[in-house]
């Protein structure tokens, strides 16, 4: 066997599904939670609301409004051109055609810089730390949420989780899960937080 097939085996044997899953740790949510956040993740608070004040903290953008609020965002920072879930097309294409927007529902990666935005659908959210989950079971392509500049995440109120123990525990054996606290960022070259340099570098959270 060559080095490289040797390689390769390898690699293809630590990508194989684990024949037994470990068991999650078992810990009170008392203990996981900032007691500085926990009245606003009690039983009953308005998730959004504190989802919102943590996204925005790490540099996302909570959006209310739908589809409309959208398309008015979109033309006024002049991003007239992109994908949109095929699934969230009913929904959208008449506010985003009304605005002069051009929507493409398949993704076409020779073209990745044609797309100045993406519009997918999220998982789940996390109130606790301002993240949207992404599942390669409900985001249609997975290159238009990560590739374009701007990517919009759709999410409803009953996909917004307290904590990272509710989330975890409500999106059970998902093996691709994606976390994304604001938008993409790095402080690899001396220190410096840039954003947008693996992925987009406008995270948006909208509520439908």
Partial sequence: ??????????????????????????????????????????????????????????HGTPMEGGPAALAAWLREKKLTRGYCDP???????PALAAAGLTIETTFDRARVDDYEFGITRAAAAIAESGTLVLSDTTTSSRLAALAPWVHV??????QIHATLADAVAALGDDPNLIWCTGPSRTADVEGILIEGVHG?????????
Avoid at 25 to 50: M, R
Avoid at 200 to 208: C, F, K, N, S, T
């Fill in 153 to 158: 995440a759709t999410l409803t109120r009953d």
């Fill in 87 to 93: 699934a969230l097309l009913p929904q959208f294409e």
């Fill in 1 to 58: 066997m060559s080095s490289r097939e040797t390689i390769l085996a390898r690699v293809r044997d630590a990508l194989a599904p684990l024949k037994q899953r470990a068991a999650y740790p078992e810990f009170p949510d008392t203990v996981a939670v900032s007691p500085a956040l926990a009245p606003q993740l009690a039983p009953g608070s308005d998730l959004w609301a504190a989802f919102s004040a943590r996204a925005r903290l790490v």
């Fill in 200 to 208: 987009p570098g406008e995270q948006i959270a909208l509520l439908v």
